[in-house]
């Protein structure tokens, strides 16, 4: 059974006349890794730190274990936060950091320095106490960082972009043992990014945001195959969109250029004969040449290959609209030309028709 840790209620933040979070309503689980993913400046990290207590909502309430958290400052809330700046403390040692909020909370030294050695061995730097912080990489000052976070046991764990100033593979490795850690230790976790590929592989659910607001929350899966909106469909992930005219609404069919596709009942949404649509495939819904299954084809030319290493990357111009797609390399067999005609294949049914 699955139990509401967190639960943000009509939240709204305005900076004098400007609102920079609008009517936004969530409820976390307990245990749950929900990432807030959106642009800059769309109110990320200001929901965020309302949830921390740095800023103080404008209407609405936040919920922490059942209790109402909105008045209440930031040290009462029994939260652990890492920002994307490591700020550590740079006089200090890591022992010393990690250290820092047990002391502040008054816990016998003895104790403090077996919860020392605890987060040390979590984070994979067990013999790093005596090291200040210069002395470390970036991706061990953030690890550190996590550490000083959780030592205190905290109950809901706050990450502000913790991974941005970090190089690409330090990221991903990171992004793993955040998850791991965080897994482990069964916390309830937010976790600020504009990374769409961050938010999909550590996410238990996503919100992504546009303008102040939460466009959609959902899994990771259902954000990338199910977006709701238009936005949603172009912020994550790789998007083709072909424009269609909708030719008989009873049976779902569209023109796209020269040919009719059927799409999947009820896609149309209402729309009339003669409307025009944006009608949207992830790469991976499309095939070069035709391919049983795939119920739909149309014709295009080739306008570009991209030889990746285990994929080729191939656009098509389809009329006025131009679509990407990806096959897999082999090596023993051609790659795709330039300027060559082809069809290319999907099925009615992968069709995401943007509204
Ligand atoms: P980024 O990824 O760039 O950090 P974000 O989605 O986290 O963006 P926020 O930092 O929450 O966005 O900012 C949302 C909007 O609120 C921005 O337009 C920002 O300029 C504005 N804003 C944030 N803090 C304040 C403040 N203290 N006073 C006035 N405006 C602010």
């Known amino acids: 059974m699955s139990e509401t840790f967190l639960s943000i209620q009509g939240v709204r933040k305005a900076f004098g006349q400007t609102t920079v979070v609008t009517d936004f309503n969530l409820d976390v689980d307990r245990g749950e890794f929900i990432s807030f993913l959106g642009p800059s400046g769309c109110g990320k990290t200001t929901m965020l730190r309302m949830v921390a207590g740095f800023e103080e909502p404008s209407a609405g309430r936040i919920m922490i274990g059942g209790k109402d958290v909105t008045n209440l400052k930031p040290n009462q809330r029994n939260i652990g936060m890492v920002f994307q700046a490591y700020a550590l403390f740079p006089n200090l040692t890591v022992a010393q950091n990690v250290a820092f909020g047990l002391k502040v909370a008054g816990m016998p030294k003895a104790e403090a320095d077996a919860r020392v050695a605890e987060m040390l061995a979590i984070i994979k730097l067990p013999d790093f106490g005596e090291r200040y912080p210069y002395q470390l990489s970036g991706g061990q000052q953030q690890r550190v960082a996590l550490a000083r976070a959780l030592a205190p046991k905290p109950k809901l764990l706050l990450l502000d972009e913790p991974l941005s100033a970090l190089d690409a593979k330090v990221r991903v490795s990171l992004r793993e043992e955040i998850r791991s850690i965080q ?173």
């Open 183 to 355: 897994k482990k230790l069964g916390i309830t976790t937010i976790f600020v990014t504009h990374d769409q590929e961050e938010a999909l592989s550590m996410s238990d659910r996503i919100v992504v945001m546009y303008d102040g607001r939460a466009e959609q929350v959902g899994s990771p899966f259902e954000i990338y195959n199910r977006p709701s909106t238009k936005f949603v469909a172009n912020f994550v992930g790789t998007l083709n969109v072909l424009d269609g005219v909708v030719s008989n609404p009873a049976t779902a069919t569209v023109r796209v250029n020269d040919r009719e596709i059927t799409l999947k009942k009820g896609a149309l949404n209402g729309a009339k004969a003669g409307d025009t649509l944006s009608l949207a495939l992830r790469p991976e819904a499309i095939v070069l040449g035709k391919q049983a299954g795939r119920d739909s084809t149309l014709g295009g030319k080739i306008s570009d290959v991209s030889f990746l290493g285990s994929v080729i990357r191939v656009r098509v111009g389809v009329g006025k609209n131009a679509v990407s797609l990806d096959t897999f390399n082999s090596p023993t067999s051609p790659p795709p030309v330039v300027g060559e005609e082809t069809e290319i294949s999907f099925s009615a049914g992968d069709v995401l028709v943007l509204h």
